[in-house]
């Protein structure tokens, strides 16, 4: 059965059509065509950046790090926070001297700022060296979007977001390879009150549970050790032809024969079920991590944030997983200075952060997103105020984190070697089961493998680690 929101093969095929006209006319100049993508944000920008690496390659292009030396430019934007957008802005900004170099460079700007009429207004008069504008529904289409800016004269916008569609058959050019991204679902209908992801990713819909396996069996197949199943909100995957549920969906990709590991982003605490930590609990292949973000141990902050939980509903989730799973990792999401969010409801921050204990936090200044509820809301705090909030969070989390980790020391753990490193005195970076970070002693063949490591010492943010004898 094709799901309802899956885009049809014809269309698909009619982006492969367009893939190899690009091809040819790049074939018919002879030159080498040199293609440059440039990624903001989260872990879904990144998936959809090596889907415009795989479609540019098609397309005849090599890929390159060098943008004076790029034919095509593509800026993979984040909005969720204002120093995301500038710093998105300031590098589009300063293309305008390859541009300058290289006349014939096309550049494209898209992602989740190409999502945000006010963004892409903005690009449209004051960056008019960008060429192609497309919003992150229009992925897929990439091929006819650039054929069309190569053939045509004139700047092309196609930026309104539709509820948006899944694509079926475009691949992925992965750079790394252990770690894979696997995206099972795309959008957010939760309205966080502060996020501006539901507007420009648009309503939840999930992939077919073959297309996932497929994918999943192919990457073991292989070699990748690593998969992270991807979403803004993972846990409310639900096949629309079978209605298999997220937990089901682990255990049937733990099935999958071969020794690798599975981990998923980015969990909301009101779908995390016992039921998922139940298969995370069984699967053997299933990391003992979960991130679990609670932005605020205030209720009437978590109310304002229309976050669907409570204080000591989230902790009973903490709780519930750690039955399951005593050694669980558990990390999070945290935002300082909400709007109106007064000093004892911070303190009760702190309080959850002292009960949850995270293995590791990250933590966030409020920033406001035009266009969403929070906006409107009056800010009764100043940066002062909130960077002060910022600093004991992290000070508390740190000590927490240093405890954490001070307890593998002398112990032996399973990890993954996943890199080399630039440290000569700790040549290899490995991931835990749980994924901190070991700076590793051992030589380059051991990568991509796991190993026994016995951890010698440690701080606040990783590991380091030795392999056992
Ligand atoms: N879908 C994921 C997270 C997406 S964004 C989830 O809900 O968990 C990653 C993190 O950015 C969020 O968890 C939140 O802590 C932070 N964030 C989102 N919007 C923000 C804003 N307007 N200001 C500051 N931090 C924000
Ligand atoms: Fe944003 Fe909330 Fe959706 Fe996460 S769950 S992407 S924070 S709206
Ligand atoms: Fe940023 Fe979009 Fe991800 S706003 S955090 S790149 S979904």
């Known amino acids: 059965m094709i799901a309802r929101k899956q885009i049809p093969a014809t269309e698909i095929d009619k982006q492969k059509e367009y893939m ?8 018919e100049r002879g030159a080498h065509a040199y293609a440059y993508v440039d990624t903001y944000g989260c872990q879904q920008n990144e998936a959809d950046s090596e889907k415009l690496r795989w479609m540019l390659q098609e397309m005849g292009y090599e890929l390159t790090d060098d943008e004076f030396k790029a034919d095509v430019i593509a800026i993979n934007t984040c909005a969720i926070r204002e120093n995301a957008e500038n710093r998105a802005l300031g590098n589009v900004g300063a293309l305008i001297h390859t541009k300058k170099a290289k006349p014939s460079q096309i550049i494209a700007f898209c992602g989740c700022l190409a999502g945000i009429p006010e963004s892409v207004e903005k690009i449209r008069q004051s960056y008019r060296h960008v060429d192609l504008v497309f919003s992150p529904d229009k992925l897929w289409r990439f091929p006819e979007l650039l054929f069309r800016t190569l053939t045509a004269k004139g700047r092309l916008f196609d930026t309104d977001v539709e509820d948006g569609m899944i694509a079926e058959g475009l691949s992925s050019h992965r750079d790394n390879a252990i770690k894979a991204w696997l995206p099972i679902m795309y959008g957010c209908n939760n309205y966080c009150s502060y ?21 999943a069996r192919t990457l073991i197949a292989q070699g990748y050790k690593d998969i992270t199943l991807l979403g803004q909100n993972v846990n409310s995957y639900i096949a629309e032809d079978t209605l298999t549920g997220f937990p089901d969906l682990i255990r049937k990709i733990n099935d999958i024969e071969g020794d690798f590991l599975i981990r998923f982003m980015t969990s909301h605490p009101k779908d995390a079920s016992v039921d998922l930590f139940r298969a995370m609990a069984e699967c053997e292949k299933a990391a003992k991590h979960i991130h679990l973000p609670f932005q605020s141990g205030n209720d009437r902050v978590l109310g304002l944030m229309n976050r669907g939980y409570t204080r000591e509903g989230y902790l009973n989730k903490v709780a519930a997983a750690r ?7 558990i990390t999070s999401d945290v935002i300082v200075g909400f709007p109106g969010e007064t000093e004892e409801e911070f303190e009760d921050t702190l309080r959850l952060v002292e009960r949850a204990r995270f293995d590791a936090m990250f933590t966030f200044i409020y920033s406001k997103r035009p266009g969403t509820p929070a906006a409107e809301l009056e800010d009764t705090s100043t940066r002062e105020e909130k960077q002060v909030r910022f600093d004991r969070l992290i000070d508390l989390q740190n000590a927490i984190s240093e405890e954490k980790h001070a307890q593998y020391v002398g112990k032996t753990v399973r990890a993954l070697v996943d890199s080399e490193s630039h440290d000569d005195r700790y040549p290899l970076k490995a991931r835990t089961n749980g994924g901190r970070l070991v700076h590793m002693l051992g030589s380059a063949e051991l990568v991509g493998k796991f190993v026994n490591a016995t951890i010698t010492h440690s701080n606040s943010w990783s590991l380091f680690g030795e392999l056992s004898t």
């Open 323 to 329: 039955g399951l799973m005593p050694d669980i990792v």
């Open 195 to 215: 996020c501006i992801v539901p507007y420009v990713r648009g309503r939840e819909r999930s992939r077919s549970l073959d297309a996932i396996l497929e994918e």
């Open 20 to 27: 190899r006209r690009v091809r040819n006319a790049s074939k």
